[in-house]
Nanobody, 125 residues
């Protein structure tokens, strides 16, 4: 059984920082790992992704230069350092794991096999 547990969410003022973490457990091969976010009434959207070797990272345009994704393969964890947070970053953030390459782009939910339960990030103005 695969479990992804996110932590690090919370309430922060605009301009502040948070660091999200996701710990993965279960006997699977963790290929790429990533983060999505969702606000009520909207579809879950891609935020960031990191390849298994950590050499390649991807970000949605709105977070480039502010967010940094990293991973520790020895601990099966992925982190998202979020700086200069803005109210529009408010969402539930979900960790995702791609255990095998599927069809679709890396920005699509269907590309990922396993999901965490989500952690709330609220940025006040």
């Amino acid at each position: 059984q695969v479990h992804l547990v996110e932590s690090g969410g919370g309430l922060v003022q605009a301009g502040g920082s948070l660091r999200l973490s996701c710990a993965a457990s279960g006997g699977i091969f963790y290929n790429a790992m990533g983060w999505f976010r969702q606000v009520p009434g909207k579809e879950r959207e891609f935020v960031s992704r990191i390849t298994r070797n950590g050499l390649y990272t991807y970000y949605t345009d709105s977070v480039k230069g502010r967010f940094t994704i990293s991973r520790d393969n020895a601990k099966n964890t992925v982190h998202l350092q979020m700086n200069t947070l803005q109210p529009e970053d408010t969402a539930v953030y979900y960790c995702a794991v791609e255990s095998q390459i599927r069809g679709g782009t890396i920005y699509e939910m269907g590309r990922y096999d396993y999901w965490g339960q989500g952690t709330q990030v609220t940025v006040s103005s």
